[in-house]
């Protein structure tokens, strides 16, 4: 859990808040979109792309061994 917590500081925080709020609050990407005042589809493609990132920087450590 702590790794995870130092990997979602690293993200951007448009894309943090997004995951946070879907994952961490159960709120839909409607949700989310109205109170960032962005479109649904911008919320959902920021919680992909972020999800993307999280897992391809779990990979590089993995493979530095850190």
Do not use: Q, Y
Request: zero cysteines; aromatic letters at 2%; charged letters at 25%.
């Amino acid at each position: 859990a702590d790794t995870v917590r130092k990997l979602l500081l690293e993200l951007p925080a448009a894309a943090r808040e997004v995951l946070i709020m879907h994952h961490l609050l159960g709120l839909s990407f409607k949700e989310i979109g109205r109170a960032l005042g962005i479109a649904t589809g911008t919320a959902k493609v920021r919680s992909h792309r972020a999800i993307k990132a999280l897992r391809e920087m779990i990979a590089a450590r993995g493979e530095s061994g850190s």
